[in-house]
């Protein structure tokens, strides 16, 4: 008999699918060419494990606005500039260029309102807090401190005739002991403000001389003739009120 051949097992050569190598060639990683999203918008930059990471520029298809700059982990954070198109000449306006953290405003950086109007300063989760200098549309200037967007703590406004106010703010408001001065009159107002308005405080003549234009009379000094007894007064006013709440409801 004739040596039996042996027979031959042929296995099947494995392929991978393709979907699986165009996964792998679309798994993001390092500097990439500009990537669209299914919405149309489109970033250019660098990546890691499929999220923007690094230096890179997004522009958002429906609203046209534009960032540059620093990204981590899919969000922008570090320094960057955030612009949009003019809706009237479609010329790109910066809106903001400073420091960002967790994909907002976060940092030292600029916010511009408008041509006439815009913020330096320093802002936390997107909002104006901590020191800042904010120039109005009306040409008057407050710097100061800051809180969830509005003036609060000590700050100065100034307007735009000069005349200010410097003392305690609260919710972008005068609020607590400060002054205001008034340089076109030559007067200064001290006293304790509440919600804007002014509830306690003396007026007197401040640089009335040069002064572009003072009142026609000048305010005259308060002055007591018996001051010791004015506060021996008010202090035996101060003890009978205090006597008439401690009595008895009954005795009264």
């Not at 149309?40 to 534009?66: P, V």
């Not at 910066?94 to 967790?102: H, I, L």
């Amino acid at each position: 008999m004739g040596q039996e051949s042996m027979p031959i097992v042929k296995y099947p050569r494995a392929v991978e699918p393709l979907w699986y190598e165009w996964d792998k060639k679309a798994q993001k990683c390092g500097l990439r060419h500009t990537v669209y999203a299914v919405n149309g918008d489109r970033y250019t930059g660098e990546w890691l494990d499929n999220l923007k990471h690094g230096k890179g520029t997004q522009i958002w298809k429906k609203t046209g606005a534009i960032y540059s700059g620093d990204w981590k982990f899919g969000k922008r954070d570090g320094y960057g500039s955030y612009s949009r198109p003019d809706p009237v000449t479609k010329d790109y306006k910066k809106v903001y260029a400073g420091w960002w953290k967790n994909d907002q405003m976060w940092g030292y950086g600029i916010k511009f309102y408008s041509d006439l109007e815009y913020y330096e300063g320093e802002w936390h989760a997107g909002k104006r807090n901590g020191w800042g200098r904010m120039y109005y549309r009306d040409g008057s200037i407050y710097e100061g401190q800051w809180s969830e967007d509005k003036p609060s703590g000590e700050g100065m406004l100034r307007l735009k005739n000069e005349n200010r106010y410097e003392g305690c703010w609260k919710d972008g408001k005068k609020h607590g002991p400060g002054r205001f001065i008034y340089l076109d009159t030559g007067q200064l107002y001290e006293g304790y403000w509440v919600a804007d308005i002014p509830k306690c405080g003396t007026m007197i003549d401040f640089g009335r001389d040069e002064a572009p234009a003072p009142t026609q009379y000048p305010i005259p000094k308060i002055e007591l003739l018996d001051p010791e007894g004015v506060i021996e007064e008010a202090l035996q006013m101060l003890e009978k009120t205090e006597e008439l709440n401690s009595q008895p409801q009954k005795e009264r």
